[in-house]
């Protein structure tokens, strides 16, 4: 079994900054890409970003150049550094990771619980 756990979320002003953190736990063989998700009241879940196993990463255009994703592959954790907030990034924030687990099987459906992140402008 394995399982995302995120922390870092909070209430802050618009031009403030939070850091996401996302830890992975349990069996598995290898810890793939991973990503960060957001979702705000009454909208539909969205890409924030990703990273691959290689630190190789991706943006959505809604966050270039605000947000960082880094991971710590010794720590299976995965970061979201968010920078110059403003209130439309107020959503619950939630962790995604593909695993290779023991027995070499590909799963990429695992998420975490999900931390809210509130912008007050």
């Known amino acids: 079994q394995v399982q995302l756990v995120e922390s870092g979320g909070g209430l802050v002003q618009a031009g403030g900054s939070l850091r996401l953190s996302c830890a992975a736990s349990?069996?598995?063989?290898?810890?793939?890409?991973m990503a960060w998700y957001r979702q705000a009241p009454g909208k539909q879940r969205e890409l924030v970003a990703t990273i691959t196993s290689g630190s190789s990463t991706n943006y959505a255009d809604s966050v270039k150049g605000r947000f960082t994703i880094s991971r710590d592959n010794a720590k299976n954790t995965v970061y979201l550094q968010m920078n110059s907030l403003k209130p439309e990034d107020t959503a619950v924030y939630y962790c995604h990771a593909a695993v290779t687990l023991l027995g070499l099987i590909y799963d990429d459906n695992y998420w975490g619980q999900g931390t809210q992140v509130t912008v007050s402008s």
């Open positions: 349990g069996s598995m063989f290898r810890l793939n890409a």
